[in-house]
């Protein structure tokens, strides 16, 4: 039981935004590259740059601890 409360504290206050974020970064990921490997080149590329904005705002939130 003292091993679940460790876990539900260190979680913060900004972990459902997280775990979104986490999600849009999969599902933008896979999109990005079936669009790049099956039609646009430019356009997967794109796809994929934007999902790891969405990654790197989701380690930023987890490195500050807020």
Same mark, same amino acid.
């Given at each position: ?31 990005? =590259? ?10 997967? #590329? ?12 989701? #380690?930023?939130?987890?490195? =500050?601890?807020?």
């Amino acid at each position: 039981m003292r091993r679940m409360e460790r876990i539900g504290e260190e979680r913060g206050r900004f972990y459902g935004v997280r775990q979104v974020l986490n999600t849009l970064f999969i599902v933008g990921a896979i999109v990005g =590259m079936l669009l790049y490997f099956k039609a646009d080149k430019d356009t997967g #590329v794109y796809v994929l740059i934007a999902s790891c904005i969405l990654k790197f705002a989701e #380690v930023t939130l987890r490195l =500050m601890r807020i």
